[in-house]
C-alpha cells in the first residue's frame, strides 16, 4: 500500500485497521491491577490540533513539558536531542520525577551536557536529562541526570524508584571517539542524580541493551539486546548478588544468564500465539564484559542458544515479564518474518509464551508497524508506541485485543508533498494514573497528556 493511501488513513482515524492481533490480551493482563479496570473499547477518532503538534480524541488534552533546544531550568545547557525512552516515578508532596533518555550517538545535534561528577566519558554525547513535576503537571526543575554516555535508548524503573538507562551501542574506548568502553548500564536518581554519579554497572553485561525489567519479589534484571545484525540479539537475566535491591546494590555484582528455549534457535520461528514452552534454561555468559567477542557470538556449548531480532520493550506484571520483538525479516537472517511479538516469561514455571502477534491485515502491507516501547495503561489495556513508515502513533490496545489510535505526531518534518513524522518513545503514566507521559523522538519533544483515561 503507497504511503498516500496510509496518511489517508491517518488522518481519518482509521488506522486503528493497520494492526491485527492474533490471540486474547486477557491473559496479558491477569494479576496486574490494570485487569481491575476497564479497557472494553477505545477512546474517540483522533482530532487534528490547530497548534500541529499532538493530535488526541476528543475529551483530552496535552502540555508541551520540554521541548529541544530550550534551555534547562538548572541552566546547565539546552535540552539535548534525541527524546527516547523514559518513566515516571513519584516524588514527595504529590511531585512526579520523570527522567528520560537521549539517544544521542556521537554526530547528534544537542549533547546532554556534561556536568562535574554526573559524566561518564567526555566525549560521549548521550544520557538523561530529570524534570520534577507538581501535581498540575508544571514543571518545576529541569537538569543533567547523566551525561558522557552513547546511544541510551531505553531502560526500566527500578522498584526501589531508580531509573536504569541503557547504552544501545558495543563502541569501544577509541571508537566514534570515545575514551571509555561504552554498552553499558547506568543507575540514574532523577531526584539527586549525584547519589547515583554515572558508575557503568559492568557485571549486568556490555551490549546493545534496549530494555530492562525487574522482579520485585527476587530482585532480579530481564534485559533485552537490540542487535542489528545476524546473529540476532539475546533475552538475559541478571542474578544480583544484593537481591534486596536500594540505591547502588546493583554494583555489587552479579551473574549474568541468557535464555535457551529448547529446540529453538530463533523465536522468529515461532507464529502461533499461545505456543509454550516449558522447562526454560539460563545459560552463563561466558564473557559479560565482551573484552574480545560480543555476547552473543560467544560459545554458548553445544546446544547453542535462542535468538531473536529487534529485543525492544521490556515491562513486569504481576508475576511475569513481558519483552517486545519489534519485527523479524528473513531477508535480514531471521527464520520468518512477523510484524511484532510479545512474549512472556513466568520465572516461577520456567515456561516462555507467545501472547501476542501483530499484523498486518490485507490492506496494510508496510513492515513498519512494529511495536517497540510499551506499557501498561489504567484503562486495562496496553500503550504501544510505533516505531515504522508514515505517520506515527500511540496505539491504544485494550484487554479485548481493540487497536485504537491514541496519539498521532502532527509536527511535520518534511514537505507537504513528501512528509517525515519522528516516531514516539517513552510512554508511561503518573504513579497515580491520571496523566500519560511521551516523548516525540524528533524534534524532542515531552508531552504529558490528561483526559478520561478510566472511561
Request: glycine share 12%; proline share 8%; hydrophobic share 35%.
Amino acid at each position: 500500500m503507497s504511503a498516500t493511501r496510509r496518511q489517508v488513513l491517518a488522518r481519518s482515524g482509521a488506522l486503528g485497521i493497520g494492526i491485527t492481533f492474533a490471540g486474547s490480551l486477557s491473559e496479558l493482563f491477569a494479576g496486574t491491577a490494570a485487569a481491575q479496570t476497564l479497557g472494553h473499547t477505545g477512546y474517540c477518532p483522533l482530532v487534528p490540533d490547530p497548534k500541529g503538534l499532538l493530535d488526541l480524541p476528543e475529551g483530552f488534552r496535552y502540555r508541551v513539558l520540554s521541548r529541544e533546544g530550550d534551555r534547562l531550568r538548572s541552566g546547565e545547557g539546552p535540552v539535548p536531542s534525541n527524546h527516547d525512552g523514559m518513566t515516571a516515578l513519584a516524588g514527595s508532596r504529590g511531585r512526579v520525577h520523570l527522567v528520560r533518555n537521549h539517544e544521542n550517538r556521537n554526530t547528534a545535534a544537542i549533547p546532554v551536557p556534561t556536568v562535574p561528577g554526573l559524566t561518564y566519558d567526555p566525549q560521549g554525547k548521550g544520557g538523561c536529562t530529570a524534570l520534577t513535576l507538581d501535581s498540575r503537571n508544571r514543571v518545576l526543575s529541569e537538569r543533567v541526570a547523566i551525561a558522557g554516555t552513547a546511544v541510551n535508548c531505553a531502560g526500566g524503573p527500578t522498584p526501589w524508584g531508580t531509573w536504569l538507562t541503557c547504552e544501545e551501542t558495543e563502541d569501544k574506548a577509541g571508537t566514534n571517539g570515545y575514551t571509555k568502553d561504552h554498552g553499558f548500564i547506568f543507575e540514574v536518581d532523577p531526584a539527586n542524580p549525584h547519589r547515583s554519579g554515572a558508575v557503568p554497572l559492568t557485571a549486568m553485561g556490555r551490549f546493545q541493551h534496549e530494555a530492562i525489567a525487574v522482579d520485585p519479589r527476587r530482585g532480579i534484571v530481564y534485559e533485552t539486546e537490540d542487535a542489528f545484525e545476524r546473529p540476532f540479539g539475546l533475552f538475559y537475566r541478571f542474578l544480583p548478588h544484593a537481591p534486596h535491591g536500594g540505591l547502588g546494590s546493583l554494583r555489587a555484582g552479579g551473574r549474568l544468564q541468557a535464555m535457551r528455549v529448547p529446540g529453538v534457535p530463533d523465536l522468529s520461528s515461532i507464529q502461533e500465539t499461545g505456543a509454550t514452552f516449558e522447562n526454560i534454561e539460563w545459560v552463563d555468559v561466558p564473557d559479560p564484559l565482551a573484552a574480545q567477542t560480543p555476547i552473543r557470538h560467544q560459545d554458548f556449548g553445544p546446544k547453542g542458544i535462542t535468538h531473536a531480532q529487534k529485543l525492544e520493550g521490556c515491562y513486569w506484571g504481576g508475576r511475569c515479564v513481558y519483552f517486545v520483538s519489534s519485527f523479524a525479516h528473513s531477508a535480514e537472517g531471521s527464520a520468518a518474518d512477523h510484524y511484532g511479538q510479545i512474549w512472556r516469561y513466568d520465572p516461577t514455571e520456567r515456561r516462555l509464551t507467545l501472547v501476542i502477534v501483530f499484523g498486518p491485515d490485507t490492506d496494510l502491507q508496510l513492515p513498519g508497524e512494529s511495536p517497540d516501547n510499551i506499557c501498561l495503561a489504567p484503562s486495562g489495556g496496553l500503550m504501544v508506541c510505533e516505531d515504522g513508515n508514515g505517520a506515527q502513533h500511540v496505539f491504544g490496545v485494550t484487554r479485548h485485543g481493540e487497536v485504537y489510535a491514541m496519539a498521532r505526531n502532527a509536527q511535520n518534518l518534511g514537505t507537504p508533498q513528501e512528509p517525515e513524522w519522528g516516531e514516539f518513545a517513552g510512554v508511561t503514566f503518573a504513579p497515580d494514573g491520571e496523566t500519560m507521559y511521551v516523548n516525540c523522538y524528533t524534534p524532542g519533544t515531552t508531552f504529558a497528556v490528561t483526559g478520561p483515561w478510566r472511561r
